[in-house]
T-cell receptor, first 111, second 112 residues
Framework: RKEVEQDPGPFNVPEGATVAFNCTYS??????FFWYRQDCRKEPKLLMS???SGNEDGRFTAQLNRASQYISLLIRDSKLSDSATYLC????????????FGKGTTLSVSS | EADIYQTPRYLVIGTGKKITLECSQT?????MYWYQQDPGMELHLIHY???????EKGDLSSESTVSRIRTEHFPLTLESARPSHTSQYLC???????????FGSGTRLTVV
């Protein structure tokens, strides 16, 4: 079983749509959680951290459910510029351990 | 404006050649990482360093080696390139861990 699993893509949505991505992780002792965005043939960039209480950044809302080992990302009012691959990322329980990346879910927003 | 730099951006090289992929960061971060990513696949950690003279192998077996003689510099070397090494190599740094990583633009390596 992979350590971080994400919804298979691609998600093809019209502008203005609301889209949700899901992610599960296998290590219950994981401590930190992130969503990264990766554009085609580019490096990943941090989109937002995910906090236990849930957090919002503009049109983006991230949620964490530690009991179910489940992370979600909600994008409201999708823009063309949101088209990218969204990576769910988890950090292990030991101090200083490296980030573990999911395979990513591709979003394509069309006009 | 990038604070972590990778060179070259693209490299096409013949089998058997020795290559070094460069990675430098200006943020003073202690922690640096090398990830390998094939098209459409997830990133896999191949090497990491927590400071000068500290290097460790990651989860993905790799024939490459790294060094960390200066805080800002974390080069990756392949002694003898093979077609199976064709991939994208991404360097990253972090400090502190909770805020995620900053990635370089990557090196796309093709071994022919």
């Amino acid at each position: 079983r992979k350590e971080v699993e994400q919804d298979p893509g691609p998600f093809n949505v019209p502008e203005g749509a609301t889209v949700a991505f899901n992610c599960t992780y296998s290590n219950s002792a994981s401590q930190s959680f992130f969503w990264y965005r990766q554009d085609c043939r580019k490096e990943p960039k941090l989109l937002m951290s995910v906090y236990s209480s849930g957090n919002e950044d503009g049109r983006f809302t991230a949620q964490l459910n530690r009991a179910s080992q489940y992370i979600s990302l909600l994008i409201r009012d999708s823009k063309l510029s949101d088209s990218a691959t969204y990576l769910c990322v988890v950090k292990g329980e030991q101090a200083g351990t490296a980030l573990i990346f999911g395979k990513g879910t591709t979003l394509s927003v069309s006009s | 404006e990038a604070d972590i730099y990778q060179t070259p951006r693209y490299l096409v090289i013949g089998t058997g050649k020795k290559i070094t992929l460069e990675c430098s960061q200006t943020m003073g971060h202690d922690k640096m990482y090398w990830y390998q990513q094939d098209p459409g696949m997830e990133l896999h950690l191949i090497h990491y360093s927590y400071g000068v003279n500290s290097t460790e192998k990651g989860d993905l077996s790799s024939e490459s080696t790294v060094s960390r003689i200066r805080t800002e510099h974390f080069p990756l070397t392949l002694e003898s390139a093979r077609p199976s090494h064709t991939s994208q190599y991404l360097c990253a740094s972090s400090e502190p861990d909770l805020y995620g990583y900053t990635f370089g633009s990557g090196t796309r390596l093709t071994v022919v």
